[in-house]
């Protein structure tokens, strides 16, 4: 079994891997990948993608993460 330790570790690089592919995504793009059925509407997810700050900004090359 792993211990807490070994399992933060191992989530903080899931969402490290996560974060690097969301941040080559515009809005947009993102929302169309998450976007469910069962979930809030197509607009709806690509403005609260679009407050995040985490993805391209459609007149930027940067996004809210540091590249660190």
Known sequence: MKTREQALRDLGLVV???AAI???LTPEQAAER???????????LTE????TGL???ENSDSCGLSAD
């Not at 609260?48 to 407050?51: N, T």
Request: with cysteine.
């Open 22 to 24: 969301v941040r080559t």
């Open 34 to 44: 998450a976007w469910r059925p069962d979930g809030p509407a197509l607009d709806e």
């Open 48 to 51: 609260q993608i679009r407050a």
């Open 16 to 18: 490290a891997e996560v």
């Open 55 to 57: 993805c391209l900004d």
